[in-house]
T-cell receptor, first 115, second 113 residues
Framework: AQTVTQSQPEMSVQEAETVTLSCTYD???????LFWYKQPPSRQMILVIRQEAYKQQNATENRFSVNFQKAAKSFSLKISDSQLGDTAMYFC????????????FGKGTSLLVTP | DGGITQSPKYLFRKEGQNVTLSCEQNLNHDAMYWYRQDPGQGLRLIYYSQIVNDFQKGDIAEGYSVSREKKESFPLTVTSAQKNPTAFYLCASSGQEKADTQYFGPGTRLTVL
């Protein structure tokens, strides 16, 4: 089974600072996909970033970037220039290619951005 | 507007009753998914469907049922057999390409009284 572990239940960062959220996963597959989703207080799940395992280059989306370490099975999310609107739960997810491309989620990290 | 809608936003159920949660998408997506979210937990897969008239059980399918009679619709029924149905339910869909990103609806909060 592909498990996803987020070891930081809660984190806090000041506005304009940088924060890194950790995620590790376990799989025996060689090709797979990883995601970070954001869930603000509205509870709407919003895609932040996606990474294909066969791509060595780390994905970036504006202020969001990942550090993908395939050998270590690590997939951390870096948020630069944190904004108050970044306050949310962040979920790391692994795509199960053999189960209809469903997602396995970690338990999430609650991020609070303070003024 | 293209998107995924879920209704109702809040749903209350008495013990012993079946209830059906609606999920509709107008994105022309083939695949649809139901997840359950409990406090302090990530999302867990209930059922998924990759094509009309076909669906598969996920990790926690017991006490739930689904249908996929139309491409746009994937309703979830929470039956009286579900021991602890109070949770937040999220529907998602993804496109025709394999490993397409999943996009989520706004969710339904179900409370058993």
């Amino acid at each position: 089974a592909q498990t996803v572990t987020q070891s930081q239940p809660e984190m806090s960062v000041q506005e304009a600072e940088t924060v890194t959220l950790s995620c590790t996963y376990d799989t025996s597959e060689s090709n797979y996909y990883l995601f970070w989703y954001k869930q603000p207080p509205s509870r709407q799940m919003i895609l932040v970033i996606r990474q294909e395992a066969y791509k060595q280059q780390n994905a970036t989306e504006n202020r969001f970037s990942v550090n993908f370490q395939k050998a270590a099975k690590s997939f951390s999310l870096k948020i630069s220039d944190s904004q108050l609107g970044d306050t949310a739960m962040y979920f790391c997810a692994f795509m199960r290619l053999n189960s209809g491309y469903a997602l396995n989620f970690g338990k999430g990290t609650s991020l609070l951005v303070t003024p | 507007d293209g998107g995924i809608t879920q209704s109702p936003k809040y749903l209350f159920r008495k013990e012993g009753q079946n209830v059906t949660l609606s999920c509709e998408q107008n994105l022309n997506h083939d695949a649809m998914y139901w997840y359950r979210q409990d406090p302090g937990q990530g999302l867990r897969l209930i059922y998924y469907s990759q094509i009309v008239n076909d669906f598969q059980k996920g990790d926690i399918a017991e006490g739930y049922s689904v249908s996929r009679e139309k491409k746009e619709s994937f309703p979830l029924t929470v039956t009286s057999a579900q021991k602890n149905p109070t949770a937040f339910y999220l529907c998602a869909s993804s496109g025709q390409e394999k490993a397409d990103t999943q996009y989520f609806g706004p969710g339904t909060r179900l409370t058993v009284l």
